[in-house]
């Protein structure tokens, strides 16, 4: 048999055990617990922004992309990676969001995604200013010389003129036989060719062969671009390219210093555009600014034509204006511009002044016109489609034959009320007029009081020639 000490040591060894189990197991899990390699910092774990662009480069593509990566930056992404699929571009927009890839604080990857995308014109400028460039299986970049000047092919070149990419003359800045064309081509060609050799140095890839692109239009696919340091490297999809730039260092510019990624397995962040980059998107669409300088124009005539109706006239003035700020943002020909109006004018002027129809096929003809020289540009996605301007010019002369010509015609009815109308009415004398030649008379159902300068007598017609206030002067018929 036990003492009683004996039983109570007992129990207090086991509550002590117990609680020391109790305190201990948490400890026990952490310690036990894998540790990332390297020991990670919470930078490591942030996420990376995804921001997406697959159309042609313009103002709202720019806006998205200097919102995006200021949101990427405020939710703490530690990379943002820009999804290219694009035909090119606007110079004004490419060079802003080149801008914003340069002072951005979080390193920019641009990944030309899916395959069969392409960054090509202004793409490859976007390539070559993103901190890390990276290209899908299937797809390609280049043809980076301005369509505007240079035409689909880039300059042409004479014979025994265009140099090899390790040319020693080239290297080393010698003078050469100038380029074929005028000298405003040869101007923004050798300015394109500074900028995408300033961005080739600055990233520390191949600038002979980004000259190239644009003075010769050439492109490649994504493994001959991987082979000869064009872009950084190939990769399947975003979560192999998030793998394979893990633990790269990015130098970013002051004050932000460099960076070391931890991409593997990190969260994803997608970055869709808001509705203020959806409606700036739909109305820099060129035929979308086109249609609504029409309806601007064609509202703000109805309402002159019509005064009074009003609603013509508010949706001719927002319209119009919406179109202004899209043509603000937007490489437009005011000659273009110009004849637009003036064809609209000769059309309307064809309805009032008879001229044979002069006025009208000339109208046409100078809208037409105008409307193919509106956008001053050949970039893909923004040059007005023929089958919008014929469309939009049978749609004008329907709506000036009908709608306009009605109008006319409603100016040209005699009126039915007021005094315009009183006038030239013919009445019958209710009495004999006064010798003051002041009596009654019945026009239009109603007894007016009337002076005569001769007598009349009851019965008698009468024709109103003038309106005094509540007194009308008429005369014999």
């Known amino acids: 048999m036990k003492s009683p000490t004996t039983t109570i040591t007992a129990a207090c060894l086991l509550r002590r055990l117990f609680l020391l189990l109790l305190l201990g197991a948490p400890l026990l899990a952490v310690a036990l617990a894998p540790q990332p390699a390297g020991g990670e910092s919470p930078r490591d774990t942030a ?12 103002p709202a593509s720019a806006d998205y992309i200097q919102r995006g990566l200021a949101q990427a930056h405020a939710q703490g992404a530690q990379l943002a990676v820009l999804q290219l699929d694009t035909p090119g571009g606007l110079d004004t927009a490419m060079r802003q969001i080149i801008k914003d890839i340069l002072a951005s604080p979080i390193p920019v990857a641009t990944f030309v995604y899916p395959s069969g995308a392409r960054a090509a014109s202004a793409g490859t400028y976007i390539l070559y200013a993103s901190h890390i460039a990276a290209m899908a299986p299937g797809t390609n970049l280049g043809a980076a010389t301005p369509v505007a000047i240079g035409g689909p092919g880039g300059p042409p070149d004479r014979p025994g003129e265009r140099e090899e990419p390790g040319d020693e003359e080239r290297r080393n800045g010698e003078q050469r036989e100038e380029l074929p064309g005028d000298a405003m081509t040869r ?40 082979e000869m340091n064009v872009v950084d490297l190939v990769a399947n999809d975003l979560r192999d390219l998030l793998a394979k730039i893990d633990g790269r260092t990015i130098t970013l510019p002051q004050p932000y210093g460099e960076v070391t990624l931890a991409t593997a397995g990190a969260a994803l962040l997608p970055i869709e555009p808001d509705w203020r980059n959806r409606f700036l998107a739909t109305i820099t669409n060129p035929g979308v600014a086109y249609i609504l300088m029409l309806l601007g124009i064609y509202g703000l005539l109805l309402e002159f034509y019509n005064p ?3 609603l013509p006239g508010v949706t001719g003035a ?36 008879p001229s044979f129809g002069i006025l009208g096929i000339g109208g046409v003809v100078a809208f037409v016109i105008g409307s193919v020289m509106l956008m001053d540009t050949s970039v893909p996605g923004f040059a007005l489609p023929w089958s919008l301007i014929i469309g939009v010019t049978i749609a004008t002369v329907i709506f000036l034959l009908l709608v306009v010509g009605m109008a006319l015609k409603a100016r ?30 019945r026009v239009h159902s109603e007894s007016w009081r009337a002076k005569s300068p001769q007598p009349i007598k009851k019965g008698q017609k009468v024709t109103v020639i003038g309106v005094r206030g509540l007194e009308l002067d008429v005369k014999a018929v």
């Open 187 to 226: 101007k923004q060609v050798e300015d394109a060719v500074a900028y995408i050799r300033g961005l080739a140095q600055m990233r520390g890839r191949n600038a002979e062969w980004a000259e190239r692109a644009v003075r010769e239009a050439v492109s490649l696919p994504a493994d001959e671009a991987a």
């Open 47 to 58: 996420p990376v922004a995804v921001l997406t662009i697959a159309d042609a480069i313009g």
């Open 412 to 441: 040209k009815r005699p009126v039915v009320a007021g005094s315009e109308e009183m006038t030239g009415a013919v009445g019958e004398a209710l009495v004999d007029f006064d010798q003051e030649g002041l009596g009654w008379i």
């Open 318 to 353: 927002i319209s119009l204006l919406l179109a202004l700020y899209a043509f603000h943002l937007l490489p437009v020909s005011y000659v273009g511009a110009g004849l637009i109006l003036l064809g609209i004018a000769f059309m309307a002027a064809e309805l009032m002044v």
């Open 308 to 310: 009074g109706f009003l």
